[in-house]
């Protein structure tokens, strides 16, 4: 599976727009981009993922370059509760391989 | 549909003990991953079991083993506890399905503390 860059940290003023980048400059073809969230001490949660286009749901926005390369997790209006480590992964569907989570980016969300 | 739950939540435990965790999955996920996550070494895979029948594993000594039941249900058991064994351990399942993707969802995760 591609591995992952993220940058380590990030702060969003509470109303405005996360945009949280992520590159996977090794992605293959058949591999989607998931994105998780993990609130202190929880089990992470499951936020959205892609293959090619960009999709969005209730939660988030998730656009991917033309080439793939790279990814962006778009949390549209921040507020307090969205303040958490994000994972972003990818990984071929129904491969024996396990979800690889890096380090992640910390977000906070400031008042 | 009820999310991914495990027993027990908390647990203290003594160095040389064994301990067994449980991990329900979402109603019809025949896919259950197991991960160990601390401070030090952020989330690291154990292992993975579908259909009874393990079909990965992480670098884990062979302290560490599972199994699943028919019912999908999983345990995952540590033996000879060591103090560095503390730590989150998530149980994560999946709906298997022949095309597409197939996220993992979390339960909320037991937290080991070894004394």
Redesign the interface.
Known sequence: DAKTTQPPSMDCAEGRAANLPCNHSTISGNEYVYWYRQIHSQGPQYIIHGLKNNETNEMASLIITEDRKSSTLILPHATLRDTAVYYCIVRAPNTGNQFYFGTGTSLTVIP | KAG?TQTPRYLIKTRGQQVTLSCSPISGHRSV?WYQQTPGQ??Q?LF?YFSETQ??K?NFPGRFSGRQFSNSRSEMNVSTLELGDSA?Y?C?SRN??????????????T?LTVL
């Open positions: 991914v991953s952020g989330l895979f993975e079909r990965n992480g989150l998530l994560a298997l399905r022949t095309s597409g993707s197939n996220e993992q969802f979390f339960g909320p995760g937290r």
